[in-house]
């Protein structure tokens, strides 16, 4: 089964934590995002990596911190930097054709609270 | 940089009734895709269009793409209760990125 998972589905945290939002894709695609929705809003992109040990800085990347070690693997620090991290997390990936924008496959999502 | 607005934000149908969103850009669009996000899940790609003036269906869904290409619209004929959900327009956001539109949050009343 292809598809793209993330971990944990929620997670709580305490005010000044690191915590780390896992994002696994086994559908060889080169290009993985992450992006934040927060209740009743669109979609944010946080950081995005076209390819291993590359990526870059999204809209709202103040706070946050990525790593792209291997191909499948997209992990997302939320730093205590991030004055208000609650919100919606969401991981996609896509195919890396160059300037053609390429659909988006989105994981299931985790849900973090800070407490 | 590029916006993309959706209106309306919400929107509360009859079933039966008639939907339509629209999507629009502040710059030209190279292409534009939609989205559909279930309550509680996550966004699922519907369609990209990609020349001016072009309509797309999908059964009870009409997807268009602007002449001028900085607009889109999505028509759903005679919504259901499984048309519910959030609607998302997205346009290219610069290389390899993509800009999300605000979304319509779609509620059928049975």
């Known amino acids: 089964d292809g598809g793209i998972t993330q971990s944990p589905k929620y997670l709580f945290r305490k005010e000044g934590q690191n915590v780390t939002l896992s994002c696994e894709q086994n559908l060889n695609h080169d290009a993985m995002y992450w992006y934040r929705q927060d209740p009743g809003q669109g979609l944010r992109l946080i950081y995005y990596s076209q390819i291993v040990n590359d990526f870059q800085k999204g809209d709202i990347a103040k706070g946050y911190s990525v790593s792209r070690e291997k191909k499948e693997s997209f992990p997302l620090t939320v730093t205590s930097a991030q004055k208000n991290p609650t919100a919606f997390y969401l991981c996609?990936?896509?195919?890396?054709?160059?300037?053609?924008?390429?659909?988006?496959?989105f994981g299931p999502g985790t849900r973090l609270t800070v407490l | 940089g590029q916006q993309v607005m959706q209106i309306p934000q919400y929107q509360h149908v009859q079933e039966g009734e008639d939907f339509t969103t629209y999507c629009n850009s502040s710059t030209t669009l190279s292409n534009i895709q939609w989205y559909k996000q279930r309550p509680g899940g996550h966004p699922v790609f519907l369609i990209q269009?990609?020349?001016?003036?072009e309509v797309k269906k999908q059964k009870r869904l009409t997807f268009q793409f602007g002449e001028a290409k900085k607009n889109s619209s999505l028509h759903i004929t005679a919504t259901q209760t499984t048309d519910v959900g959030t609607y998302f327009c997205?346009?290219?956001?610069?290389?390899?990125?993509?800009?999300f539109g605000t979304g319509t949050k779609l509620q059928v009343i049975p």
């Open positions: 996609a990936s896509s195919t890396d054709r160059g300037v053609r924008t390429d659909t988006q496959y």
């Open positions: 997205a346009g290219p956001g610069g290389y390899q990125k993509v800009t």
């Open positions: 269009l990609v020349k001016s003036g």
